[in-house]
């Protein structure tokens, strides 16, 4: 059974820098896309950044430039480097995949609260 277990959220002023990490155990992490999604409260989940195992990225136009998604197949993790932080990317973060098996197996992590404010 897969397991992701983001880290790295905290408080940081605006204009700031935090790196989030998702560690993955029980999946050939190698093998799969990973992402990075987010909710802010009262808002739905958003897609924020994506990986292919190949490692070609893509990004939501909101965090292009100042976001970049990472892996590291030796270690399973992933990461989001969050540069010059917004007031508006104050959310929960969360790590995701998808697996194909013998059906869609979807995969969270239970989340990282980044607060951006003075």
């Known amino acids: 059974q897969g397991q992701l277990v983001e880290s790295g959220g905290g408080l940081v002023q605006p204009g700031g820098s935090l790196r989030l990490s998702c560690a993955t155990s029980?999946?050939?992490?190698?093998?799969?896309?990973m992402a990075w999604y987010r909710q802010a409260p009262g808002k739905q989940r958003e897609l924020v950044a994506t990986i292919t195992r190949g490692g070609s990225t893509n990004y939501a136009d909101s965090v292009k430039d100042r976001f970049t998604i990472s892996r590291d197949n030796g270690k399973n993790t992933v990461y989001l480097q969050m540069n010059s932080l917004k007031s508006e990317d104050t959310a929960v973060y969360y790590c995701?995949?998808?697996?194909?098996?013998?059906?869609?197996?979807?995969?969270w992590g239970q989340g990282t609260q980044v607060t951006v404010s003075s």
């Open positions: 995701h995949t998808e697996i194909v098996l013998d059906r869609l197996y979807t995969y």
């Open positions: 029980g999946i050939t992490f190698s093998m799969y896309a």
